[in-house]
């Protein structure tokens, strides 16, 4: 049974930094195509990096370029989300899925299997 533990949320100040970790078990990470989504309150998701499985190709949001970065340890089984300079509009809830479509697409509707999802608040 596939699934996700997030973890790394929580209150930070703004320009401060958070990374997130989501721990897979019962497949590997490696060769799989895995991306963060977000939600914001009265928002829909949103895909803020993907990684291709198929080539290691990434994909940032243009509201995460130059400060995020997604990251995999093959031997943690284990996906990262590491993000600096956050502001305040990077409030939301952070979920980690997987999905083959996530190599073409980093879109929510795309992923097959979702996380439960980690709560990141920036705020002063």
């Known amino acids: 049974q596939l699934a996700f533990v997030e973890s790394g949320g929580g209150l930070v100040q703004p320009g401060g930094s958070l990374r997130l970790s989501c721990a897979a078990s019962?497949?590997?990470?490696?060769?799989?195509?895995i991306g963060w989504f977000r939600q914001a309150p009265g928002k829909e998701h949103e895909g803020v990096s993907c990684?291709?499985?198929?080539?290691?190709?990434?994909y940032y949001a243009d509201s995460a370029k130059g400060r995020f970065t997604i990251s995999i340890d093959n031997a943690k089984n284990t996906v990262y989300l590491q993000m600096n300079s956050l502001k305040p509009e990077d409030t939301a809830v952070y979920y980690c899925a997987v999905g083959p479509k996530l190599s073409r697409l980093c879109v929510p509707d795309v992923a097959d299997y979702w996380g439960q999802g980690t709560q990141v608040t920036v705020s002063s």
């Open positions: 990684i291709s499985g198929r080539d290691g190709s990434l």
């Open positions: 019962g497949f590997t990470v490696d060769y799989r195509s």
